[in-house]
């Protein structure tokens, strides 16, 4: 599950627009500003929520969970390797 808070969070982490975004994860942009404008857990069909989830998983955007290991305990998202993930999302 994605919030749109952290879909919003990864395509800065990334520095994205949404265009970018939107073709990283092979959607369409109406698609992403949908997305993220939605209250809470995202939903939509899952063809759209996998291509979502593969093209951060692609980026090197690795999401945290509500309770994961964390200082605040809330959810949020990390980049895994930095050096790699931008070169790849663009």
């Known amino acids: 599950m994605i919030t749109a808070a952290q879909l ?27 997305m993220e404008a939605s209250n809470g857990v995202i939903r939509g069909n899952m063809g759209s ?14 999401l945290i969970g509500e309770g994961a290991v964390s200082d605040a305990g809330s959810r949020g998202v990390r980049l895994r390797d930095s050096t790699g993930a931008r070169a790849s999302a663009n």
């Open 8 to 34: 919003r969070a990864s395509r800065a982490l990334l520095g994205l627009d949404q265009k970018a975004m939107a073709q990283l994860c092979d959607l369409s942009v109406p698609t992403i500003q949908r």
């Open 49 to 62: 929520l996998l291509k979502l989830m593969g093209g951060l998983q692609r980026a090197g955007i690795e």
